[in-house]
């Protein structure tokens, strides 16, 4: 085992329990994608039990619909309940004003989604990802049909595009929605609002993982080890 991944798995840990603890009987609950995501899965199952909570779940991706049968946590969808309590999930980058990347797991379309159904949008990371500037890799995921294109003008932004390929796949990963995932590099964002609505005109284009328009809903719970720093809008602006 990689022994420099303990505090990190530690500090993932610490954040998706933390999430899972504020959910409450009754609660549609949007089930975000990844590895810190899987914490909070395995806490809110335990609540479930113990607690005998009731909650239904919205999965953002096949992984988090497989992991959350798996840990029994009963599972609805947006079209049944479009107005959700509470959405949990994880993130690349936040920058100070609770703007983020979302998408190394390609599910940033669905994620994006089921938090904008959500009344509250918990974030739930390593400290290590809190950053004063967004930049880096923007996944953006796009129908296959419009991709080199899109690419062209993706490049016209500022970026190196690149189609994400599989590693237990030949060829592009396809998306949950059976898409490409175009991974765009980027320099530090300067202005990651207009660069969101820049890339959301490219045809063919159906979501970037640039999440900027939560920030008025947005807890980010970003925990080290041992401790958790707990982030919202109001925390930061006088
Ligand atoms: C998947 C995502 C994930 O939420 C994000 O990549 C964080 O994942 P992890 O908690 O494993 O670091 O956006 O598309």
């Known amino acids: 085992m990689d022994e420099t991944a303990q505090p990190l798995t530690a500090a993932k840990r610490q954040a998706g329990y933390h999430a899972a603890n504020l959910v409450e009987d009754g609660m549609v609950v949007g ?30 991706s096949y992984q988090t619909a497989i992991r959350a049968r798996e840990y029994g946590i009963p599972l609805t969808t947006l079209d049944d309940h479009p107005v959700i309590d509470i959405a949990i999930d994880g993130a690349d980058q936040v920058d100070f004003g609770l703007r983020m990347i979302k998408g190394r797991g390609g599910a940033h379309t669905r994620e994006k989604c089921v938090a904008a159904a959500a009344s509250r949008f918990i974030v739930v990371i390593d400290e290590q990802k809190l950053v004063p500037r967004l930049g880096g890799v923007v996944p953006v995921e796009i129908i296959p049909f ?21 590693g237990k796949k030949d060829g592009p990963v396809i998306s949950d929605n059976g898409n490409f995932i175009i991974d765009c ?33 947005a807890t980010v719970i970003a925990a080290g080890e041992k401790k958790c720093k707990i982030l919202s809008l109001t925390d930061i602006l006088p």
């Open 31 to 60: 089930l975000g994608t990844g590895s810190t995501v899987y914490f909070m899965i395995e806490r809110l199952s335990s609540r479930l039990k113990g607690e005998k909570l009731s909650v239904l779940g919205i999965p953002t």
């Open 146 to 166: 419009g991709v080199r294109p899109a690419m062209n003008q993706l490049r016209g932004l500022g970026c190196l595009p690149a189609i994400r390929e599989g």
């Open 185 to 217: 590099k980027f320099p530090e964002i300067e202005n990651p609002v207009e660069l969101e609505m820049a890339i959301a005109k490219i045809p063919g284009i159906v979501e970037s993982g640039l999440f900027t328009g939560f920030s008025g809903i």
